[in-house]
């Protein structure tokens, strides 16, 4: 069994089984939580979960969920049309939407795992013209109603042409927006009076077509009034920081409705996973420190858990360090460095809540990572939190590994030892006892070595001999003069080279955990000490 698979209900009896969990992830860029989220959701199906939500194009998704429920095409072609932000070459969505083929094709419909989008058609450049997702809706009305409110040429000559609709600067220029012309203004009067009707004929809509055509329909106007929204907002002459932050909040809005249409939709068939960034789940309001004023406004997250309730729960994503990020490892103090040094499992954040930590404030714009804080600590139900990405060896593996070196015997302390020492690893050339090389350590010593905080789940700490001269190379100083330099070193940072908290003024130094950024140098240094052990004994 898993991990998750083994967490997984606890949880949920924790939560109270919510009808919409949502997972989020702290930026879009580490590959670690949308392969999480996949394992996740398998596991929640057999659960009674029957849909997944993404933070991508409702529109698209639809093309996505009927993929998936058996309908025509190739696999590569739903990617590249089903998703948005180009989000369809992600390995992991494709893993995911295959997986629900293959899980739907072996099970009766009312078993089916559903696929929807719940954001915008807002890509990263600027808001298209909500000409295709308004002409869908009058089409669909057109072939079953008589007469409409309003005819494909009224249509046409409110659209006008698609370039002013997509003018790259109106996102930032309230001038350059089409939002506050007369037309925009009257096509929003008109798509409320499509929605009107579809609502008014749906009896009528759905014997004459099909329940999934109707939705399909309603779908696409709820798009091209959200468009409108968004460009109406983008019409208004604010400040620049209001103005940023107006639209963010209108994009926060509808996703929010999207999420509750797909858990109105999905409730009566079972609980929907919901995946997106942190920022757009949480319940309290994002706030973005920036140079000439604060950003702030209240998200999807927030805006569904008022209507849900306890029907809504949070799982917060939570990462240490990260190759794909450029992240280092976090210092010690911060909310990330306290947790388990765990890959993928599930966190109870109520310890950590009242801890002193703080945020972690070595992250740049340009990683596009959101830290916990405290008060995402505070808000978050648990948390899913990766320690580094990718993972780094168990302290068996990192055993067994040392252990193949040539010449190289281990010898692991058993019950006979102090029980601090017991399941430590010592590692010597050939057969001689009399002082290992390298160790590998799992629990602190207390009154003596706690300095590295080996009392988090999953921490192990590896250590090696340097030797004086190794050491004051490695570190630039003498190991004499370590006493006065240990109060600025972090022994508690995962996979980092540090000086040995209790046994450096010996010429020894430590990795805690050791990952994509240390694992080089445990080479390295493992090299050395063998090549000097050798020598000694010559």
Request: no cysteine.
């Amino acid at each position: 069994m898993s991990t998750l698979a083994a967490q997984v209900p606890s949880l949920l009896a924790r939560l109270g089984h919510p009808e919409v969990l949502a997972l989020g992830e702290p930026n879009h860029a580490e590959p670690a939580f949308p392969a999480l989220r996949n394992d996740l959701l398998a596991v929640l199906v057999g659960h009674g979960y029957r849909s997944v939500a993404l933070e991508s194009d409702r529109v698209r998704g639809l093309d996505v969920d009927a993929w998936v429920r058996g309908g025509p095409g190739a696999l590569d072609d739903v990617l590249a049309t089903g998703f948005s932000h180009g989000w369809g070459a992600h390995p992991a969505n494709r893993e995911l939407v295959a997986w629900l083929r293959a899980w739907n094709d072996a099970h009766p419909p009312a078993d089916h795992v559903h696929f929807h989008g719940v954001d915008a058609p807002l890509e990263y450049g600027p808001p298209p013209s909500p000409r295709p997702y308004l002409e869908h809706l009058h089409a669909y009305l057109a072939a079953h109603v008589e007469p409409l409110p309003h005819g494909a040429g009224r249509l046409a000559e409110l659209l006008g042409d698609d370039d002013r609709w997509t003018e790259p600067e109106a996102f930032h220029d309230a001038t350059r927006s089409v939002g506050a012309a007369p037309e925009a203004v009257a096509l929003r009067a008109v798509v409320d009076d499509l929605l009107v009707a579809l609502h008014a004929h749906a009896p009528a809509l759905v014997q004459a077509s099909s329940a999934d055509a109707w939705y399909r329909a309603e779908v696409h106007g709820r798009a091209a009034l959200g468009l409108l929204r968004y460009h109406a907002r983008a019409a208004r002459p604010d400040a620049a920081v209001v103005r940023i932050s107006g639209l963010l909040a209108v994009r926060d809005v509808l996703i929010a409705e999207n999420l509750l249409a797909v858990h109105a939709r999905e409730r009566r068939r079972g609980p929907v996973l919901v995946f997106a960034h942190n920022g757009h789940l949480q319940r309290h309001p994002v706030v973005w420190r920036q140079p000439d004023g604060d950003l702030e406004w209240a998200v999807a997250g927030g805006l569904v858990a008022r209507q849900l309730g306890e029907d809504y729960a949070f799982v917060a994503g939570s990462l240490g360090a990260s190759t794909a990020v450029g992240l280092p490892a976090p210092a010690t103090g911060t909310v990330e460095a306290a947790l388990p040094v765990v890959h993928g499992e599930l966190v109870d954040p109520a310890p950590f809540r009242d801890a002193g930590l703080v945020e972690r404030s070595d992250t740049t714009p340009q990683q596009g990572h959101f830290p916990l804080t405290p008060a995402l600590l505070a808000d978050a139900d648990a948390l899913l939190h990766v320690a580094s990405s990718p993972a780094g060896p168990t302290a068996d593996e990192l055993a067994d590994r040392i252990a193949a070196l040539p010449g190289v015997t281990v010898v692991v302390a058993d019950d006979t030892a102090p029980e601090v020492s017991r399941g430590d690893r010592f590692f010597h050339l050939g057969d001689d006892r009399r002082r290992p090389f390298a160790t590998i350590v799992s629990r602190d010593v207390p009154g003596f070595d706690e300095a590295s905080r080996l009392d988090r789940p999953g921490a192990y700490r590896f250590n090696v001999e340097l030797g004086r001269r190794g050491f004051e190379a490695e570190f630039g100083f003498p190991p004499s003069e370590l006493p006065e330099r240990l109060p600025g070193i972090d022994a508690a940072r995962l996979d980092t080279v540090v000086p040995h908290p209790a046994y450096g003024t010996y010429g020894w130094a430590s990795v805690l955990n050791p990952g994509p950024t240390s694992l080089p140098d445990v080479d390295r240094l493992l090299t050395a000490a063998l090549a000097r052990r050798t020598a000694a004994r010559a």
